[in-house]
């Protein structure tokens, strides 16, 4: 029974570096993409004719 518990205890310990050392290496994969990324793009869109036409939809349907 005790070697039982020893080993659980060891498995434990053996996840908690293997996690570690898996979390460090997300960190150093996150950082070093954050470096790479390029430059986004923005698009602007002149929406004006659309809220007149439906300034005008609405007011037809209120009268």
Do not use: D, P
Not at 36 to 63: C, D, F, H, I, T
Request: proline share 0%; net charge positive.
């Amino acid at each position: 029974m005790e070697l039982l518990s020893e080993y659980g205890l060891f498995l434990a310990k053996i996840v908690t570096v293997v996690l570690a050392i898996a979390a460090i290496a997300a960190i150093i994969v996150n950082v070093a993409q954050r470096n790479k990324r390029q430059r986004g793009e923005l698009r602007v869109n002149n929406l004006s004719e659309q809220y007149k036409e439906m300034k005008e939809e609405l007011a037809a349907a209120l009268m």
